[in-house]
């Protein structure tokens, strides 16, 4: 019996539903998530027991009809299996592949290390456009007197 993953259709579909499910983000396109999801089989395949473990986990989605579970149900179901072996191989691959993404830094707003281009001090580290300008306000000390 082959206990590793084959990133089947259908074994795409529930990590990329899964991976949704926990790091979800409207704007995001299915591109990403299918990324991470490659990542994630990739890392769990390069170990007989991860690959196992992914293996039965994703048996277990598949049987739970989870690709079709409502957003609640889902994160219900998530909620609940959080502190599996399965779970924490799904997690800690996917986050990294997830937000390692340049295409994801892009829809995000981020412009990645600055390091290579002499630091943000000099890039303009205050440069978010996004947020409001910050309202600063003098302190004025108490006195006794």
């Known amino acids: 019996m082959n206990n590793y993953v084959n990133n089947t259709p259908n ?13 979800p983000h409207k704007n995001f396109s299915d591109g990403p998530y299918e990324e991470a999801a490659e990542a994630v089989i990739n ?26 579970l409502d957003l609640v149900a889902a994160t ?11 779970f924490a191989i799904v997690q800690s691959s996917g986050l990294v592949a997830l937000y390692n993404n340049h295409d994801v830094w892009k829809t995000l707003g981020y ?5 290579d281009l002499g630091g943000y001090l000099n890039r303009g580290f205050n440069d978010l ?6 309202r600063i306000t003098e302190y004025e000390e108490e006195s006794d007197q």
Do not use: H
């Not at 412009?111 to 390091?115: C, D, I, L, W």
């Open 111 to 115: 412009e990645g290390p600055s390091f």
């Open 129 to 134: 456009d996004w947020l409001p300008e910050p």
């Open 11 to 23: 074994e795409q579909l529930l990590l990329v539903r899964m991976l949704r499910v926990m790091f």
């Open 43 to 68: 890392a769990a395949n390069s170990t007989p027991g991860q690959a196992l473990i992914l293996y039965n986990g994703l048996r277990e989605l598949e049987n739970s009809s989870f690709s079709t």
């Open 76 to 86: 219900t179901y998530l909620e609940r299996i959080e502190k599996s072996s399965f």
